[in-house]
T-cell receptor, first 115, second 112 residues
Framework: KAGVTQTPRYLIKTRGQQVTLSCSPI?????VSWYQQTPGQGLQFLFE???????NKGNFPGRFSGRQFSNSRSEMNVSTLELGDSALYLC??????????????FGSGTRLTVV | GQNIDQPTEMTATEGAIVQINCTYQ??????LFWYQQHAGEAPTFLSY????GLEEKGRFSSFLSRSKGYSYLLLKELQMKDSASYLC?????????????FGGGTRVLVKP
């Protein structure tokens, strides 16, 4: 079966612009989580969506937002981009509300560079 | 809040064993995960512990002691392809669902 698909793979944006990233989870998975990965901070949780509702939120400013559609696909948006937003953005999906023994399945990520 | 510590880097020889330790402090514990991440690739799920003890999966084993806030990932019969970063992550009981806090990762270098 298809894995978690993230688009685009690479993106270059200018400071002050906004960006939208997309994530299509594995078919049947209803939980989608977003993470930011940087060399200095590692993997940091942004938010999680389950059945179109935001269930958890990390400690990121309001410029970071997301949503989930009825087909479980999710998007995240970053407005007013800053240089520090340059990172690998990873999406992860899980079968149900509790990623226990199955863990998360991560997508390959979107590499965002802000110049 | 949560705090997770793991060594930054480890080096081992092909065929040997390496143990990667992870210590955590959390206000509420609801499971510990280990992931492997090769450079430039997505993390892949290795193991999950929620009760004390050892979980074995082939060459990989993971151990958990909740009272000590401690886990380790044991990699046996190391192969060159095991060179990667290994991430320890804890799920917070107080957050419903899948909010994981990750450690900084341990980069393992396997030498011939």
């Amino acid at each position: 079966k298809a894995g978690v698909t993230q688009t685009p793979r690479y993106l270059i944006k200018t400071r002050g612009q906004q960006v939208t990233l997309s994530c299509s989870p594995i078919s049947g998975h209803r939980s989608v989580s977003w993470y930011q990965q940087t060399p200095g901070q590692g993997l940091q949780f942004l938010f999680e969506y389950f059945s179109e509702t935001q269930r958890n939120k990390g400690n990121f400013p309001g410029r970071f937002s997301g949503r989930q559609f009825s087909n479980s696909r999710s998007e995240m948006n970053v407005s007013t981009l800053e240089l520090g937003d340059s990172a690998l953005y990873l999406c992860a999906s899980s079968l149900d509300r509790d990623a226990g023994g199955y863990g998360y399945t991560f997508g390959s990520g979107t590499r965002l560079t802000v110049v | 809040g949560q705090n997770i510590d793991q060594p930054t880097e480890m080096t081992a020889t092909e065929g040997a064993i390496v143990q990667i330790n992870c210590t955590y402090q959390t206000s509420g514990f609801n499971g510990l995960f280990w992931y492997q991440q090769h450079a430039g690739e997505a993390p892949t799920f290795l193991s999950y512990n929620v009760l004390d003890g050892l979980e074995e999966k082939g060459r990989f084993s993971s151990f958990l002691s909740r009272s000590k806030g401690y886990s380790y990932l044991l990699l046996k019969e190391l192969q060159m392809k095991d060179s990667a970063s290994y991430l320890c992550a804890v799920r917070d009981r107080e957050a419903a669902g899948n909010k994981l806090t990750f450690g900084g990762g341990t980069r393992v270098l396997v030498k011939p």
